[in-house]
């Protein structure tokens, strides 16, 4: 293991500054701030304290040059992690003792995790920061891993110029709240070399499909009425009703036109309602990401470990933040059956669930028309959730029926997206459906990602926060996948396991693109651009496959044909698009015995285990090694 410490000189700067966030300044020259003022030159003082030495932190705030810090220790894997996505079979950063989990097998076996494991990656909060995969390379740590201590430091970075590790000039923009760095500054405090371990908040960009901007799925920090930029805690609003002790309440009416407030909230209590009509008629929201975590002018809310059975209810939303039946906390659970929810507003989901909470819905029929409004719906914090039956429909853009920082699974019901992917799956959550029909139409020029790709099922991490560092799992048997247009499936700055079991596949695009698994532009904010690959490990069984699928030269995909699948297309390794450092094992193919691959045209891949059976029709594989294998 490597370790990159704040060993000298930290507690004399600690002693100088005493504040309590961290981040840098890292403009390389210009004039200081007045926002710098007074801490000016106890910050200059810093720089000269800690010359010559390493200083390693995350990045907390910027006033002008002078940047604030909060050091810590920060572990980088070695080995064949490398740095770059796919390189599984390395060593794994060692874990605080408290932490518990493991990062998926992807193309080795995994090293021995701690006592007590269990198959997950930790949440990495409260200090601890955990590499995105494909983050590797140059400038950037590898599977590595960030813990804070309780020493901060400011300095004013004024007139030294700033450089990475390689001798290029620094670009401020790379540098954001949370990025985590390792910064040198020369014996004459006139240049630094700062080295960029993890990336950061990515200037609060978030996923296109949760995002209320139109383009480039950009959320600015706070502002005005409407604005994004939630409470670090839990917001409260207000409420027409607030229903705090258990009963039973049939054939009840609540309404709301007012400010931030909730038409219903039950609060703490267990509750069971039938027959009820909720109306959200008016009412702005002073903040959007207080309606998307808190629930804050939602329709109906549950908080506080409440217990809201629903069954045979209207509820509708016409306001922004409108969610229609809304499940925040752990321990919260609500129960709803044979209801119809319609939601007009943007960021306004039709059953949503966050920080932990629980849903439970059957036959529901659910209706939202808003952008950025999925008809199941989760956000920050996640929580799970279960669906049977019913019809789950979304109108809006960037609106899936299914947007997941959950564990969501759904059962027996259609699911359908007139101006959206399908489904989206964020970091270290899930999608299982079993006998769906589902059905996505995203946009090729409204959607806030459309110019990064377009797609029907995609799974990624947005670096937003909202979603915790891991493995998304997408697992489907029965029913059908229908995209109208896009690519079926696209991968990009995550791990991910993908799961189809006798699924009836229809790509009505011209294209035809299966599977991409690929690093992306990095102008939404997902990870660093030629560092922001994707590791898949795609299963198919008893499954027909149709298309062509890519991965590009910083991820890697592990495919199998498994019981009986077949799959007619091409897999290709194509140039990563923004030049990232190559990585092994981009594409690893196994046919099992019983399994059938034809080809459509010549194909790149790492490596194949042929136990079934290939029909060339004249094109060619070519394997990493340079053989080429033929009819």
């Not at 409440?306 to 809304?326: H, M, Q, R, W, Y």
């Not at 995209?483 to 035809?512: F, K, R």
């Not at 890697?556 to 799959?567: A, E, H, I, M, P």
Request: with cysteine; proline share 2%.
């Amino acid at each position: 293991m490597t370790k990159i410490r704040n060993m000298r000189n930290v507690k004399k700067v600690a002693a100088i500054i005493g504040t309590a966030a961290l981040i840098f300044s890292l403009t390389a020259c210009g004039a200081q701030t007045a926002a710098a003022g007074g801490a000016a030159s106890a910050a200059s003082e810093a720089v000269e304290s800690v010359a010559a030495s390493a200083i390693t932190g995350r990045i907390d705030s910027v006033e002008g040059n002078v940047v604030t810090l909060t050091l810590g220790e920060y572990t980088q894997g070695q080995g064949q992690m490398g740095g770059m996505p796919g390189q599984m079979n390395g060593e794994m950063p060692a874990m605080p003792e408290s932490m518990e989990g493991e990062m998926p097998q992807m193309n080795g076996e995994m090293p021995a995790m701690p006592e007590g494991a269990e198959g997950e990656m930790p949440a990495m909060t409260e200090g601890m920061e955990g590499q995105m995969p494909g983050q590797g390379g140059p400038g950037m740590g590898a599977g590595g891993l960030f813990v804070a201590g309780d020493e901060t430091i400011t300095v004013d970075l004024t007139g030294i110029t700033l450089t990475d590790e390689t001798g290029a000039a620094l670009d401020i923009s790379s540098l954001t709240k949370n990025t985590i760095v390792s910064v040198t500054i020369d014996e004459d405090a006139s240049s630094a070399v700062v080295q960029i371990l993890m990336p950061g908040q990515q200037n609060g960009r978030k996923s296109a499909s949760k995002s209320d901007s139109s383009k480039s799925g950009s959320r600015p920090s706070g502002g005005p009425s409407g604005s994004f930029g939630g409470s670090s805690a839990a917001a409260e609003g207000s409420a027409a009703t607030t229903l705090d002790a258990d009963g039973t309440y049939t054939a009840e009416t609540y309404t709301s036109s007012g400010d931030d407030e909730n038409a219903l909230k039950v609060d703490g209590a267990a509750v069971t309602l039938d027959k009820v009509t909720v109306d959200k008629s008016a009412g702005s929201s002073s903040n959007t990401e207080n309606g998307d975590f808190y629930g804050i002018n939602a329709a109906v809310l549950a908080t506080n470990g409440a217990t809201l059975t629903i069954t045979d209810a209207e509820i509708s939303s016409s306001v922004k933040n409108g969610n229609g039946v809304f499940s925040y906390g752990s321990g919260t659970t609500v129960n709803i059956s044979d209801s119809t929810i319609t939601t007009t507003g943007d960021n306004s989901g039709g059953i949503q669930t966050t920080g932990g909470g629980t849903t439970n819905a059957n036959n529901l029929t659910v209706t939202t028309s808003g952008n950025s409004s999925a008809a199941i719906r989760s956000d920050r914090g996640g929580g799970t959730v279960n669906v049977e039956e019913g019809s789950y429909t979304s109108n809006g853009y960037n609106s899936p029926a299914i947007y997941s920082t959950a564990d969501i699974t759904v059962e027996d019901a259609d699911l359908t997206a007139n101006n959206s992917e399908a489904l989206v799956i964020e970091g270290k959550n899930s999608i299982t459906l079993i006998d769906c029909d589902v059905t996505g139409n995203m946009s090729d020029t409204k959607g806030a990602s459309s110019d990064v790709n377009v797609h029907n099922v995609m799974i990624y991490q947005s670096m937003s926060g909202d979603a915790d560092v891991g493995t998304s799992e997408f697992s489907m048997e029965g029913g059908t996948l229908t995209s109208l247009n896009g690519d079926m499936i696209y991968v990009t700055n995550t791990n991910c396991v993908i799961t189809l079991e006798d699924v009836e596949l229809d790509n009505q695009d011209t294209d035809n693109i299966l599977l991409r698994v690929v690093g992306n532009d990095a102008s939404n904010g997902w990870g660093t651009a030629g560092r922001n690959g994707a590791n898949a490990v795609f299963t198919a069984i008893d499954q027909e496959l149709s298309g062509d699928i890519l991965v590009d030269t910083i991820s890697t995909l592990d495919f199998s044909l498994t019981d009986g699948s077949s799959f007619t297309g091409t897999i290709n390794i194509v140039d990563n698009e923004e030049g990232g450092t190559e990585v092994d094992n981009n594409a690893v193919v196994t046919i099992e015995k019983g399994c059938t691959w034809t080809l459509t045209g010549d194909c790149t891949i790492t490596s194949l285990t042929n136990a079934g059976t290939i029909n060339y029709n004249g094109y060619t594989i070519t394997l990493a090694d340079g053989t080429v294998l033929a009819g």
